[in-house]
């Protein structure tokens, strides 16, 4: 949503959205104000499926896994909050046959995250407001740079059944975080976490091309969180070519 | 926009006569000069010209602007027929008709006819006593019963919010001239009356659904006061055909009934009700979105009930209107001017430009 030039009838560029929202979806996110994995959200040794019915023939299933450790700060509350309108546009718009979505929640598991993987089923109606109702935002992690995506991939790429599949479709597969993942899949995590019992440590790259067999994948970077990065690189490099007698302003590059 | 502009807005808009506007005549004045030395200070503050930097504030002047010079015009004409500041019943639109006279500290009006019934308050048609023909004609709203006085008072608290407040959604919505209680303590409220259709009585005319371009802009134009009205924190809360309005003319809709507005829901309407009022939820500016789109539904010749429109209708257009009665409040529609901005785009790219096209009743 958003963007786009108003004109004519519109006065203002305001938002018409009033204060009792905003209100409302507070409520609605301090409901999940647990302090552990909701059960219908703790994955192990479940599958999650997304089939086909006569009412939706098509289903398109469509995941999104946010990173919910505090690195992602104040903007994973705002992406909550619009969640639940993604599946009302994407319909909409038609963008897809018969969307179907899992949410899930990333943590990080190395850095002792009591739920670094929460996983919704695959819904397409009200359930969905239920499901992020009961997700936990645990905003935990450990500072490293790295969050445990390799382990939601890995739930995803040996633990979804997806009908799409089976008629030669993919489905869509959205990370939404601010972080790199872990270089390996660590099976004790395995283990812990979902419940499968692994040979040895498996390395992230194959586990997320795994995945990329079932489903499109895409990460999703915030621009915003992006931005405010740079700039404090900037701040930073800024300070130590001052430091060292070099020159910082107004020197510009075309590249 | 200007403190001054927004006064006088109001008192042209709040006037049912002339000489509300340009006063009674004083001995040993020429009133016609009088007049014309009003009008012409009134113009300089509304007149659309001197508004061009911002397109909205334009069309508030241009309305009022029109509205000054009607009653310029009428004042013009009272002046050389000799009747301008006379205050008989036989003046203006009021001579006709028999009905019961109500007084208030104001003025007189009469009631001529009964409009609607509603289900707290009778609606009356009649006409300034005085008034001028283009302007003195009034809805006069009285409760039926006092114990619901509190829902008229809560619909005069919600209109003088968005008087106080003119802007170019002002013609979208019920203006306000007076207030009464009768003997019986029942509260009553005159409104000016609006010259168009309710969309139950739209739909009789055309009992397949109305063409889906008209649909289109009376939306386009129901988003822009909706979302000004959520602006102002001012939730509708029961929006159904009975009240909202088209006036085929100059293609203006009007959103009315006002007395279960505010921040919780008050009322339930089987149909046209969002899920969350049962549930007793937060009134949100998405519920007033929910009711809307059922409301586009009926409009359409739909199926409200299972949100099914005829085939005819672009399944675009329908899949955008789908996209406000989502059972889930979070999963719809949320922002009226941001619905606004996506239905302009959407009406380009299925009909192209915005044209006007004629709707008859």
């Known amino acids: ?255 | 926009m200007n403190e001054e502009l927004k006064y006088t807005y109001d008192q042209i808009m709040q006037a049912v006569r002339a000489e509300d506007i340009f006063g009674m005549p004083v001995e040993g004045q020429d009133i016609l000069e009088t007049v014309k030395k009003i009008y012409r200070k009134l113009s300089m503050v509304v007149h659309p010209d001197r508004h061009n930097n911002d397109p909205d504030t334009r069309e508030m002047a241009e309305e009022a602007f029109k509205r000054l010079n009607e009653f310029y015009q009428k004042a013009e004409s009272k002046i050389e027929q000799g009747v301008y500041g006379t205050h008989t019943e036989e003046n203006g639109s009021a001579k006709r008709g028999n009905g019961f006279v109500i007084k208030t500290r104001k003025r007189k009006y009469r009631i001529t006819s009964t409009i609607a019934q509603g289900d707290i308050a009778i609606v009356y048609g009649g006409d300034c006593i005085g008034g001028d023909d283009f302007s003195g004609k009034v809805a006069v709203k009285v409760a039926e019963n006092p114990e619901d006085n509190d829902l008229i008072q809560n619909e005069v608290r919600i209109l003088r919010l968005f008087q106080t407040e003119p802007s170019k959604q002002s013609k979208h919505l019920p203006v306000m001239l007076d207030q009464f209680k009768t003997s019986e303590n029942q509260l009553g409220t005159v409104l000016r009356y609006l010259d168009a259709y309710d969309w139950y009585s739209v739909r009789e005319k055309y009992p397949n659904g109305i063409p889906q371009e008209h649909a289109a802009w009376m939306l386009t134009r129901l988003l822009s006061v909706l979302g000004y009205c959520h602006s102002k924190g001012v939730v509708h809360g029961n929006i159904e055909p009975a009240h909202l309005m088209t006036s085929p003319k100059d293609h203006n809709v009007f959103v009315i009934d006002w007395c279960y507005a505010g921040s919780e829901f008050k009322v339930l309407n089987e149909t046209y009700s969002p899920p969350e009022v049962k549930e007793r939820q937060t009134s949100t500016p998405a519920a007033d979105l929910y009711s809307l789109g059922k409301c586009l539904i009926y409009l359409l010749g739909g199926d409200v009930k299972r949100n099914t429109m005829p085939y005819g209708v672009d399944q675009r257009f329908q899949r955008f209107i789908q996209f406000f009665v989502r059972e889930s409040a979070l999963q719809r529609a949320q922002d009226a001017w941001e619905m606004y901005g996506k239905l302009m785009e959407l009406r380009t790219e299925i009909w192209g430009q915005p044209r006007f096209i004629e709707f008859s009743m």
């Open chain 1, 1 to 255: 949503m958003g963007g786009g030039s108003y004109s004519g009838d519109v006065a203002q560029r305001t938002r018409s959205t009033s204060e009792s929202i905003v209100r409302a979806r507070s409520q609605r996110a301090s409901a999940s104000e647990r302090r552990e994995c909701h059960p219908d959200l703790n994955p192990k040794g479940k599958n999650r499926e997304c089939a086909d019915s006569v009412e939706h023939p098509k289903t398109t299933p469509i995941v999104v896994a946010m990173d919910v450790t505090r690195s992602r700060g104040e903007d994973i509350a705002v992406i909550y909050g619009k969640l639940p309108m993604f599946i009302g546009q994407i319909i909409m718009k038609n963008y897809v046959p018969d969307p179907t979505i899992s949410f899930a929640a990333v943590g990080d598991a190395s850095s002792g995250d009591k739920a670094p993987i929460q996983v919704g089923q695959f819904e397409s109606d009200n359930r969905l407001d239920e499901i992020l109702s009961k997700i936990w935002l645990e905003m935990g992690g450990g500072g490293t740079g790295q969050e445990s995506y390799e382990l939601t991939a890995y739930y995803y790429a040996l633990h979804s059944i997806l009908a799409c599949n089976r008629r030669g479709k993919k489905g869509y597969f959205f990370f939404i975080g601010d972080e790199g993942f872990y270089p390996i899949v660590a099976k004790d995590q395995i283990k812990v976490w979902i419940g499968d019992d692994v040979p040895r440590d498996l390395p992230a790259v194959d586990v997320f091309r795994k995945l990329q067999e079932k489903h499109h994948v895409f990460f999703i970077y915030p621009q915003k969180t992006w931005e405010e990065r740079r700039a404090d690189i900037d701040a930073e490099m800024q300070q130590r070519v001052e430091a060292a007698g070099g020159l910082y302003r107004g020197v510009f590059s075309n590249q």
